[in-house]
DNA sequence: CCCATACATCGTAATATTACGATTGATTTA
DNA sequence: TAAATCAATCGTAATATTACGATGTATGGG
């Protein structure tokens, strides 16, 4: 065992699951907020403002560019990362959906 | 190695991973959803209703309530589960900030 | 009291994630 | 071309997550 059993799952869910997995990590999170407020491409000091190896932030990297909230251009001798406009707004949209979808009725427990 | 250094991220960071965490796996996704979706407290046909075993379930909602997301009373021989207004309301919130902290500007990369 | 039902918890196996040092690959500069 | 720089990848250790059978615990009915 151990492995999630997608296959009994919708599509829907599993994409949201994996959706929030991408997210669900302080560095990464970190990460995307430092892009956010820089508002501007990150050329390579994000290992110098976290203070995680070059090779984590490496894999992290990975992972967002892995669901396509991030674009990595090579800049000269670094590469420059941002925020997929698109994808952000995707992800956007798909939260807002999960959570909208509960509306509070106060009473019953 | 191996763990999550939270001890170099901000707690505002740590907690909205948490949050997110808890939230990114298909089988919570699919049990809130059902919340959702059935509007009323959900007493026991979780376990008939997604294809896990009885204690896979349990684990799943027990993260869940630690995280404040759902409340479980007893309800004579079966509990009682139903969402957390209060908590719900906050992590829509949260996840609304984070998100909408980036503006698109178009350009750049 | 005894049994059935409904959950929770324990123990454990399989797998996934996180982190880092070491190495590799690409590009710029001397 | 050689050295330097930056980031990706490899290999691996530590830890966390997922899943389930087995067992424990409480409640209601007989």
Known sequence: ??????????????E??????????PARIAILQYLVKSRTCICG???SE??????????????????????????GT???YCIDEKVWGRYKKRMEQFFV???PKGGCC
Chains 1, 2 share one sequence.
């Not at 065992?1 to 599993?14: D, H, L, R, V, Y």
């Not at 949201?16 to 990590?25: D, E, I, N, S």
């Open 45 to 47: 000091d994000l290992v």
């Open 1 to 14: 065992m151990g492995a999630t059993k997608s296959e009994i799952f919708t599509p829907a869910q599993n």
């Open 78 to 80: 670094s590469i420059c």
């Open 101 to 103: 979808a509960y509306e």
């Open 50 to 75: 976290l203070g995680l190896a070059q090779a984590t932030i490496s894999q992290h990297l990975k992972e967002l560019k892995a669901v396509g909230l991030l674009k990595g251009t090579v800049e």
């Open 16 to 25: 949201l699951a994996a959706m929030l997995k991408a997210l669900a990590h």
